[in-house]
Structure formats: structure tokens, C-alpha cells
């Protein structure tokens, strides 16, 4: 029977290629020139440090576009609230990783109220989706992929 997952995921040595890139474009940045400011990334989490407010909002959109010339979408981008301590400005972004229980189960509403031929199963942070054929299964991902579940969604571990 064929099956296949649907996770949501971020690829560690992307994002740090995604970092790196937005380190550069910072370095180069005439705007910049002078300034404090640097990402460093820890796990799934970017810290954003700069002088002002207005420049950690600028490197955001930096790092943003990083992620998308990497691949990586950014609606896994978990952007926190901006503090100013001193004279440093910081900003924690972390990339979220796994679908939460309320993610799953709209998942398994959407792929149940459209009546397709197959069969959904929670399996902590990801969604096995199984049917008789490979066909039923393309049109269900087709259908997660024109909805929005709040979280960028990758089908993995195809099986037939």
C-alpha cells in the first residue's frame, strides 16, 4: 500500500548557508558600514544583534531572503519581539521544526472532508497518509499543498 509523511522540516546545513549568505550581504551593505551588527545562529534559532531597531528590522528582511534563495521557506520563520538593552538592539528568529497537534489534526480534516481514498495517521509531529493507489495520494498532495496550515509542509519517505 502506498504511503507517504507530511512534516515540516528546515534543513540545518541550508539555514546556515541562509545565515552565512545574510552575513555577507550585511558586510557589504553601505548602510551598515561601521555598524555593530551580526546574526548568530544557534540550532534552529537566529539572534540578530545591531545599534538600532530599524536595523535589526532590515537585517530580518535580509535573512528572509537568504532563506528563500535557500530553499527554505519562511514561513517556518518565527520572528520574536525586539529588545533594546543599552546600545544593542536584538532580535531572536527561530525556524520552526515539526507540526504541532492542532497542525496535524487540520491536516487530517482537510484530507477527511474531501473525500479522497485515504487514510490518515498522527505520528508525533508528522502525518502518515496511506491508499491503494499513488494517484489518491497525488491528489491529496496536491490539495495540502493549496492550503494553509500555518507551516511550510514537505512530503517525505514515499513509499510504494
Known amino acids: 500500500m502506498p504511503s507517504f509523511d507530511v512534516v515540516s522540516e528546515v534543513d540545518l546545513h541550508q ?18 558600514k561601521g555598524v555593530d551588527a551580526s546574526f548568530e545562529r544557534e540550532e534552529r534559532s537566529v539572534l540578530l544583534t545591531a545599534e538600532a531597531e530599524f536595523q535589526v528590522t532590515q537585517m530580518e528582511d535580509m535573512l528572509r531572503s537568504a532563506l528563500v534563495n535557500c530553499e527554505i521557506d519562511p514561513m517556518a520563520m518565527d520572528c520574536g519581539e525586539i529588545t533594546l538593552s543599552g546600545k544593542h538592539a536584538r532580535q531572536t528568529v527561530t525556524l520552526r521544526h515539526g507540526l504541532d497537534s492542532a497542525q496535524c489534526r487540520s491536516i487530517v480534516k482537510t484530507i477527511k ?9 498522527i505520528q508525533g509531529d508528522q502525518v502518515r497518509v496511506t ?13 495540502l499543498r493549496e492550503g494553509d496550515f500555518g507551516a511550510p509542509l514537505q512530503f517525505s519517505n514515499f513509499r510504494d
Open 113 to 121: 472532508d474531501s473525500k479522497l481514498k485515504a487514510q490518515t495517521q
Open 131 to 143: 491508499g491503494k493507489k499513488r494517484d489518491d495520494l497525488q491528489k491529496v498532495i496536491a490539495l
Open 15 to 32: 539555514l546556515t548557508n541562509a545565515v552565512d549568505q545574510a552575513s555577507r550581504i550585511v558586510g557589504n551593505r553601505f548602510d551598515f
